[in-house]
């Protein structure tokens, strides 16, 4: 049974850094690309971050420059590595896998799902 298990969320004054994991038992985890999407209450969730199987990466306007994704295929691990946090970054963070090779920015194409982890930034 594929599971994405997503960690590292917690609570953070503004200007603070935390660091997502997302560990997958994906079979073939190095083929798919990963993804972050952020979800704040009462809006959609959106993609945040992505990095597909040649490490291409994409990233939403609103965190370049403070935010990088990586990935670990020997752990099928992938990473968000968040700083200068805002509040307007506060959601929950949800890791997600997509078997084909581009960065999809729609939540509809990607096929596996985490439960998400919680990100609050404080002012």
């Known amino acids: 049974q594929v599971q994405l298990v997503e960690s590292g969320g917690g609570l953070v004054q503004a200007g603070g850094a935390l660091r997502l994991s997302c560990v997958a038992s994906l079979p073939a985890f190095n083929i798919y690309t990963m993804a972050w999407f952020r979800q704040a209450p009462g809006k959609e969730r959106t993609l945040v971050a992505g990095?597909?199987?040649?490490?291409?990466?994409y990233y939403a306007d609103s965190v370049k420059g403070r935010f990088t994704i990586s990935r670990d295929n020997t752990k099928s691990t992938v990473y968000l590595q968040m700083n200068n946090l805002k509040p307007e970054d506060t959601g929950l963070y949800y890791c997600?896998?997509?078997?084909?090779?581009?960065?999809?920015?729609?939540?509809?194409?990607?096929?596996?799902w985490g439960q998400g982890t919680q990100v609050t930034v404080s002012s």
């Open positions: 990095i597909s199987r040649n490490t291409d990466t």
């Open positions: 997600a896998a997509d078997w084909r090779l581009r960065i999809a920015m729609d939540r509809s194409s990607y096929d596996y």
